[in-house]
T-cell receptor, first 110, second 116 residues
Framework: KQEVTQIPAALSVPEGENLVLNCSFTDSAIYNLQWFRQDPGKGLTSLLLIQSSQREQTSGRLNASLDKSSGRSTLYIAASQPGDSATYLCATYNNNDMRFGAGTRLTVKP | EAGVAQSPRYKIIEKRQSVAFWCNPISGHATLYWYQQILGQGPKLLIQ????????DSQLPKDRFSAERLKGVDSTLKIQPAKLEDSAVYLCASSLRGGGAGEKLFFGSGTQLSVL
């Protein structure tokens, strides 16, 4: 049974810093991995989707990498802004089964 | 393009009462999902529909939870009777195809349920 872990649970950084969020999973047999953003009281917004055959995906200031063999993914946020404050969740997908981590709550201080 | 619509946004009930949530997915999306998100945890899938058929309901507590998707569009999720541990945010999501495609999911804003 796939288990997805995100450490740390919370992170606070000053505005302008580059930062990395971590996601690890126990079963490397995944079809893809998604990173989501969740604002308080809102649903999840898909940020990046990395297929198992890919190593990374980029969108604006966001870059997600995937290393299936080690069961790890990272989300890199460049030049962080207060508007990036939210909870970031990763989720693996395989055999019609999507498993979420508990998320990292990011606070970017002005 | 309209997103996934959910109602109500908030619901407070007492234990043993019943409650229903409604979801309208993005137009044309074949697959609809209901997730339960307990505070501090990631979402957990309760049930997945493809069109109006159930694909996966293995984690749905069927003694108290039920869901239907009429005509392959709107869906309702019902809890009867509610327990304290059902307090959570109930998220509805949809995707274009589903069925193992591993595509992007689009989420609604959720219904926050408090059971007292």
């Amino acid at each position: 049974k796939q288990e997805v872990t995100q450490i740390p649970a919370a992170l606070s950084v000053p505005e302008g810093e580059n930062l990395v969020l971590n996601c690890s999973f126990t079963d490397s047999a995944i079809y893809n991995l998604q990173w989501f953003r969740q604002d308080p009281g809102k649903g999840l917004t898909s940020l990046l989707l990395i297929q198992s055959s890919q190593r990374e995906q980029t969108s604006g200031r966001l870059n997600a990498s995937l290393d299936k063999s080690s069961g790890r993914s990272t989300l890199y946020i460049a030049a962080s802004q207060p508007g990036d404050s939210a909870t970031y969740l990763c989720a693996t997908y395989n055999n019609n089964d999507m498993r979420f981590g508990a998320g990292t709550r990011l606070t970017v201080k002005p | 393009e309209a997103g996934v619509a959910q109602s109500p946004r908030y619901k407070i009930i007492e234990k043993r009462q019943s409650v229903a949530f409604w979801c309208n997915p993005i137009s044309g999306h074949a697959t609809l999902y209901w997730y339960q998100q307990i505070l501090g945890q990631g979402p957990k899938l309760l049930i997945q529909f493809q069109n109006n058929g159930v694909v996966d309901d293995s984690q749905l507590p069927k003694d108290r939870f039920s869901a239907e998707r009429l005509k392959g569009v709107d869906s309702t999720l019902k809890i009867q009777p509610a327990k304290l541990e059902d307090s959570a945010v109930y998220l509805c999501a949809s995707s274009l195809r589903g069925g193992g495609a591993g595509e992007k999911l689009f989420f609604g804003s959720g219904t926050q349920l408090s059971v007292l």
